[in-house]
């Protein structure tokens, strides 16, 4: 069995010829090459060489080490790993592509304080220390109605967070219908537990009333708990409780009422394909005593957690020690005041996730035919098909955006991809019905020239 599973004797030695990095920086060939390269780089260089040409080796691959696998080596390490893509994918919240694109406007105020100093926790009126969420407390509270603000890394952080702080030992009351599953297998109770609060599910998955929290609530319970479906929805026989029945009931219990909002919108969304949903607002309004939500999916931010509700709940979480822990940076902070102040002056289609999830039909089709006389011009076969985008970044489910694109017919889809990644500017696309699609609802006017460059660099077998 062990001898089976040893490479064969010729394979063997090809592994056992491969060039140490002193030989190659030797290397007659390769000399020039190298020189005006700093040394670091040029071992990185021949290190990753090595290790490519040993697992291709090792895949079966008999081609022996060759100066071409240092050019190669070469060019993968003078791009950076993380880089732009162009998302032809139809989903505007890809979390696999970054999420929200930022505006202008936050692009610039994150430049601004990323190239030199500022004043993240210093108050220059009073020339002492200051916080670090001051500029965006004012802004959140103006937006929110809450009466107190807090931004911490990320919206799972935010919900540790504050059941770390206002119900870590006691019970939190939830809906056995709301236990979601989050990106990467992150479940709601698991957060819940390694907070140290008491989960506590009422209710069947379907349906849950306000008798069934009721029920529930006694001397040990710390929260209830209310979580927005917004990566998944329940249809047919279901019944929920409404947020202002929960608070009308907490209240009357002496329990703090917490949503987990997670989307986090700021404005209602009305455009074609799209469904309602909560906004943070209405959330406070209708009585919830802290209230949770993403700065990244439909407030169309930087990745952020934001915590907004009750003055007195806040300055409990803003002091436990899990706050240090989950802070955001300055460019964080940045970003999201640029945005909010977008909010704040009535310009919200200025975000980029507003202005690509509202758009019309007859706007996309129009932008699908450039595309097509683009990629007609280059010699590339292609038809424009009415597609169904999704808002993605596990908001609104059930929203099924009109959208227009251009498709492909290939012989092999998954490799014609691969090729449309490998470009210098990436483009991802999917397929449907066994054909490359590239949605066009994403793409700005300067995408289309480039998404029909590397079209038809694909086509013909080589990169832009």
Known sequence: MGAASNPPEGKNALLRGLPSIEQLLRRPSLESRLADLPHARAVAALRLAVERVRARLLAGDARPFEDADVEAALASLAKPNLRPVINATGVVLHTNLGRAPLAPEAVERVAAVARGYSNLEYDLDEGER????????????????????????????????????????????????????????????????????KLVEVGTTNRTRRADYANALGPDTGLIVKVHR???????????????????????????????LGSGALVP??????????TVGHAVTAGADVVAFSGDKLLGGPQAGVIVGRKDLLQRIKSHPLTRA???????????????????????????????????????????????????????????????????????????????????????????????RGGEVPVIGRIADGEVVLDVRCLSEEDLGLVAQSVAAARSGSQP
């Open 130 to 197: 200051g916080s670090r969420y001051a500029p965006l407390v004012g802004l959140l509270r103006t937006l929110t109605g809450a009466e107190d603000a807090l931004v911490v890394n990320n919206c799972a952080g935010a919900v540790l967070l504050v059941l770390a702080a206002l119900a870590s030992g006691r019970e939190c009351v939830v809906s056995r219908g709301e236990l979601v599953e989050i990106g990467g297998g992150f479940r709601v109770p698991d957060v819940m537990r390694q907070s140290g609060a």
């Open 230 to 260: 917004s990566n998944f929805a329940l249809v047919g026989f279901t019944e929920e409780a409404p947020l202002s029945e929960l608070t009308e009931l907490g209240r009357a219990r002496g329990v703090p009422v917490f949503q987990d």
């Open 269 to 278: 969304l009305i455009g074609p394909g799209l469904t309602p949903e909560p």
């Open 326 to 420: 989950l802070r955001v940076d300055k460019m964080t902070v940045a970003a999201l005041e640029a945005t909010l102040e977008l909010y704040r002056d009535g310009r919200p289609e200025a975000v980029p996730t507003q202005s690509l999830l509202v758009q019309e039909p007859a706007v996309l089709s129009a932008r699908a035919g450039r595309l097509l006389g683009l990629l007609t011009a280059r010699g590339v076969e292609a038809r424009v098909v009415s597609v169904d985008g999704q808002v993605g970044g596990g908001a609104m489910p059930l929203a099924r955006l009109p959208s227009y694109a251009c498709s492909l017919t290939v012989e092999a889809p998954e490799v014609f991809l691969e090729h449309l």
